[in-house]
T-cell receptor, first 115, second 111 residues
Framework: GAVVSQHPSRVICKSGTSVKIECRSLDFQATTMFWYRQFPKQSLMLMATSNEGSKATYEQGVEKDKFLINHASLTLSTLTVTSAHPEDSSFYIC???????????FGPGTRLTVL | DQQVKQNSPSLSVQEGRISILNCDYTNSMFDYFLWYKKYPAEGPTFLISISSIKDKNEDGRFTVFLNKSAKHLSLHIVPSQPGDSAVYFCAARRAGNMLTFGGGTRLMVKP
């Protein structure tokens, strides 16, 4: 299947700092990538849809100024958590859909812990 | 409003028997349904999918059934293996290719 990578896999940061998470589609191109967040024992919640070359579309309740998304190429999208707070601690997962495919393929996720 | 629901948070099955995971949805605009398997601290892995124009799709030990009139889909795993133990999410696709996920069902396959 198609491979999606995320970096870093784990990050611990101090409150008030910014953290960047990268999502890459390794063997396919994706005009659209998605960013999800998962709290413990809960389902995946879509945060935003990242479109290559244009602004991301954010889901209701997600602060676009706090969660900055950049989709600079057909294989890379980044999520930057700005001025992180402990309540931003979560498991962040990206996904990408190959051109013409129906399925989305997920990255391995990034565990963010804000102290 | 939870548009995709998995009403069983957990399921325990004996190795070799059939596992049946259920999913209900409310939005008739969903046109594609997918099942993902997820281990702790990992991203979901795509398992199997079905288009809304079909009622069954089979891939090895995994079969997905779709009942559009009941807005219900199910994933059958037979025979179940201990390595199948994980959380299973059903997802439904809507406009813009966004997926809406159910809450997940934790499957435990006992040796």
């Amino acid at each position: 299947g198609a491979v999606v990578s995320q970096h870093p896999s784990r990050v611990i940061c101090k409150s008030g700092t910014s953290v960047k998470i990268e999502c890459r589609s390794l063997d396919f191109q994706a005009t659209t990538m998605f960013w999800y967040r998962q709290f413990p024992k809960q389902s995946l919640m879509l945060m935003a849809t990242s479109n290559e070359g244009s602004k991301a579309t954010y889901e209701q309740g997600v602060e676009k100024d706090k969660f900055l998304i950049n989709h600079a190429s057909l294989t890379l999208s980044t999520l930057t958590v700005t001025s992180a707070h402990p309540e931003d601690s979560s498991f962040y997962i990206c996904s990408a859909r190959p051109l013409g495919a129906n399925e989305q393929f997920f990255g391995p996720g990034t565990r963010l812990t804000v102290l | 409003d939870q548009q995709v629901k998995q009403n069983s948070p957990s399921l325990s099955v004996q190795e070799g028997r059939i596992s049946i995971l259920n999913c209900d949805y409310t939005n008739s605009m969903f046109d594609y349904f997918l099942w993902y398997k997820k281990y702790p601290a990992e991203g979901p892995t795509f398992l199997i999918s079905i288009s809304s124009i079909k009622d069954k799709n089979e891939d090895g030990r995994f079969t997905v059934f779709l009942n559009k009139s009941a807005k219900h889909l199910s994933l059958h795993i037979v025979p179940s293996q201990p390595g199948d133990s994980a959380v299973y999410f059903c997802a439904a696709r809507r406009a813009g290719n966004m997926l809406t996920f159910g809450g997940g069902t934790r499957l435990m396959v006992k040796p």
